[in-house]
């Protein structure tokens, strides 16, 4: 992927999470969007792990090329 896509990918599960907050604060007290807000905030975390490990192999992989 392409820091551009990386990018665009990270806003949008964001600005996904964002929506999906504020249906869920719409909804009558026995329903729920909990289980969805927790697995599109769960990826949002595993998308920034991969964003900031991919980082540190490229400053890897430049030092190293030198």
């Known amino acids: 992927m392409t820091a551009d896509a990386d ?3 990270r806003v949008r599960l964001e600005d996904l999470l964002v929506a999906v907050r504020t249906t869920d ?3 009558v007290e026995p329903l729920s969007l909990e289980p969805a807000i927790r697995n599109i905030a769960e990826t949002l975390e595993a998308y920034e792990r991969l964003e900031a490990d991919d980082r540190a192999t490229r400053r ?3 030092s190293t090329d030198g």
Do not use: P
């Open 7 to 9: 990018y665009h990918t």
């Open 25 to 27: 604060g719409h909804l």
């Open 60 to 62: 890897i992989s430049r």
